[in-house]
Nanobody, 119 residues
Framework: QVQLVESGGGLVQAGGSLRLSCAASRSIFMFNVMGWYRQAPGNERELVAG???????NYADSVKGRFTISRDNAKNTVYLQMNSLKPEDTAVYYCNAAVLRYTGRSDYWGQGTQVTVSS
């Protein structure tokens, strides 16, 4: 069983920064893609940023230029550096890891970490 443990959330003023961490219980080489999702009250969960095993990244339009996803394979950890935070970034942020097989996709999720941005 894979465990993903997020940390780094909290309360920050608009314009501030936070760095989220997602530590995996196993080598992250086993995952084809890892990413961060977020869910605000009343909204669906949405993809914020993703990174493949090869290091390719993608971002939601709303965070491009402000957020950076990265991975440290030696530490089995994925990070999300969030700069220039806005109140609309307030949400629970979830770490995701996915294994892609010809039979389908297996997803693993962390428990979530709250990010609150005050205006």
């Amino acid at each position: 069983q894979v465990q993903l443990v997020e940390s780094g959330g909290g309360l920050v003023q608009a314009g501030g920064s936070l760095r989220l961490s997602c530590a995996a219980s196993r080598s992250i080489f086993m995952f084809n893609v890892m990413g961060w999702y977020r869910q605000a009250p009343g909204n669906e969960r949405e993809l914020v940023a993703g990174i493949t095993s090869g290091g390719n990244t993608n971002y939601a339009d709303s965070v491009k230029g402000r957020f950076t996803i990265s991975r440290d394979n030696a530490k089995n950890t994925v990070y999300l550096q969030m700069n220039s935070l806005k109140p609309e970034d307030t949400a629970v942020y979830y770490c995701n890891a996915a294994v892609l097989r010809y039979t389908g996709r297996s997803d693993y999720w962390g428990q979530g970490t709250q990010v609150t941005v005050s205006s």
